[in-house]
């Protein structure tokens, strides 16, 4: 069945460095999400990715989806501490599937 | 608006209880979710359905049922409870404009559940 994996498990940056989470599938996606749970939050919808190559840009974030659309990937620029939480892709084959997310935490 | 309303917030079980958890949303979504999240872990589907009167499994659905009678409400039923099923429990709900798997799911707060 489908997977969709994450590295890494959890990142640990200072304030001001970049960041960088990637997604994995083991099939090929049809579209993949981006979701963003803070600590003790629910997830929320960031952004969609439907087409081969696509890259798409919300201020400080960049999301990239794969030539193959089977990978993804999410950047941050000179992370802030309202960016700490656990970023998730969702991608779709015949379901769509949560991957296993990328906890972000901030050291000021 | 609401958006996505879970009662209860939190709730602890005794083994072989039983209990509903309510999730109703106020955007005329037809589609609704309820996922758990382990500890440290991604969201896993229980089930989903796509309208009223209409509901399927998701990956995780054993020990769980689910009803669909409006539009509006989407109830998880826990038969036994197994310690196994100490979790966050997430309700979701999306638009179907076009296939569902497309549009982003709005979701609720949670209802924490310990069994003991």
């Known amino acids: 069945g489908q997977q969709v994996m994450q590295i890494p498990q959890y990142q640990h940056v200072q304030e001001g460095e970049d960041f960088t989470t990637y997604c994995n599938s083991s099939t090929t996606l049809s579209n993949i999400q981006w979701y963003k749970q803070r600590p003790g939050g629910h997830p929320v919808f960031l952004i969609q990715?439907?087409?081969?190559?696509e890259v798409k840009k919300q201020k400080r974030l960049t999301f990239q989806f794969g030539e193959a659309k089977k990978n993804s990937s999410l950047h941050i620029t000179a992370t802030q501490t309202t960016d700490v939480g656990t970023y998730f892709c969702?991608?779709?084959?015949?379901?769509?599937?949560f991957g296993t997310g990328t906890r972000l935490t901030i050291i000021p | 608006n609401a958006g996505v309303t879970q009662t209860p917030k939190f709730r602890i079980l005794k083994i072989g209880q039983s209990m509903t958890l309510q999730c109703t949303q106020d955007?005329?979504?037809?589609?609704m979710y309820w996922y758990r999240q382990d500890p440290g872990m991604g969201l896993k589907l229980i089930y989903y359905s796509v309208g009223a009167g209409i509901t399927d499994k998701g990956e995780v659905p054993n020990g769980y049922n689910v009803s669909r009678s409006t539009t509006e409400d989407f109830p998880l039923r826990l038969e036994l409870a197994a310690p196994s099923q100490t979790s966050v429990y997430f309700c979701?709900?999306?638009?179907?404009?076009?296939?569902?798997?497309?549009?982003?799911?709005?979701f609720g707060d949670g209802t924490r559940l310990s069994i003991l």
């Open positions: 979701a709900s999306s638009y179907s404009e076009s296939t569902w798997w497309n549009q982003p799911q709005h």
């Open positions: 955007m005329n979504h037809n589609y």
């Open positions: 990715l439907v087409k081969s190559g």
């Open positions: 969702a991608g779709k084959e015949e379901k769509l599937t």
